[in-house]
């Protein structure tokens, strides 16, 4: 691969990397990020979207009589890379791995010249259908969604964030326990309530019947950091949303013991708190930072 004899200035999400001065920033604040694994990031950055090759990667920093083990040193910088951007190779927002042949930067990139100047957007390209087919450009996935991205959350303490997440797993569980160990006194104030106090009561066993295992799934996982977590919460997070909606609405069973304001506020909150455990696992809840990846492996 050809040295750019221009400096450049790459910005992705919330990071840029100043090739000028060797310096990666995220949202203006300087990262640890220096030597071979900064010389990595620049190689994927030039080539967004495009394949960049293990050997092409070793021949650019490790040159002929080099003696090094590549294959580890390479992992070690990617992973360096990887821990800078908060990201994961089990689920990637940056860097992708394609085993056993490189790697792939993933998100859009924009790139300014030297001077300032706004050099043009190479587009992100898709995942090829089968092996061996070529790259298709796709649309820019830099465009604003009524969620926030994986690249906007704020930079927070891993273990605050696991913390959190733990916490709101726990309320979720002390929801349904002492609803359904309070039945009969929740039955008695539906009855007073709502035209059809049956029906809410069967929704709300069937709900706490399948939210326990959920949430004891999401606690467990999360209390031994399970590898994949992040992944699959998103996925769960469609069917999830709507329970923890329904579930908001618990403080009014209290309605006679803290009043209607009071309830209305801890409902206001509590609506927000399926957002809050999605903005936790993206801000790092769900991934499990592990050792490098072995010698000769292609998954750094």
């Avoid at 060797?22 to 990020?33: A, D, I, M, P, V």
């Avoid at 190779?89 to 300014?112: C, D, H, M, N, Q």
Wanted: aromatic share 10%; proline share 7%.
């Amino acid at each position: 691969m050809p040295e750019t004899s221009q400096k450049r200035l790459f910005h992705f999400g919330v990071f840029e990397a100043d090739q000028q001065t060797g310096e990666l920033r995220k949202q203006g604040r300087r990262l640890s990020l220096q030597g071979q694994p900064f010389d990595i990031l620049i190689m994927l950055l030039e080539r967004p979207g495009q394949l960049v090759s293990r050997a092409e990667i070793c021949q650019r920093l490790w040159p002929d009589g080099t003696f090094v083990d590549f294959d580890h040193s390479l992992n070690t910088a990617v992973n360096k890379v990887r821990e800078a951007l908060g990201d994961s190779a089990g689920s990637p927002k940056f860097v992708e791995t394609l085993a056993r042949r490189g790697y792939r930067f993933i998100a859009p990139v924009r790139v300014e010249g030297s001077t300032g100047e706004e050099l043009p957007k190479t587009p992100l390209l898709a995942k090829p259908a089968r092996s061996g087919a070529p790259l298709a450009p796709v649309a820019s996935v830099d465009t604003d969604t009524l969620l926030s991205g994986a690249n906007e959350m704020p930079e927070a303490s891993r273990a605050v964030v696991w913390t959190l997440f733990l916490l709101l797993q726990v309320m979720y569980l002390s929801f349904y326990f002492i609803s359904l160990a309070r039945l009969h006194v929740v039955e008695e104030m539906l009855g007073r309530t709502v035209s059809h106090p049956l029906v809410t009561m069967v929704v709300l066993i069937v709900t706490a019947a399948a939210g326990i295992p959920t949430r004891l799934f999401l606690f467990t996982a999360a209390a031994f950091r399970a590898p994949g977590l992040r992944k699959k919460f998103l996925r769960l997070f469609p069917f999830l949303f709507p329970f923890d909606e329904l579930w908001a609405l618990v403080p009014f069973l209290l309605l006679r013991e803290i009043g209607f304001g009071l309830a209305l506020g801890l409902t206001a909150i509590l609506l927000y708190a399926p957002f809050a455990q999605r903005s936790l696992i993206l801000m790092g809840a769900g991934e499990c930072r592990g050792p490098s990846a072995p010698k000769g492996g292609a998954s750094g």
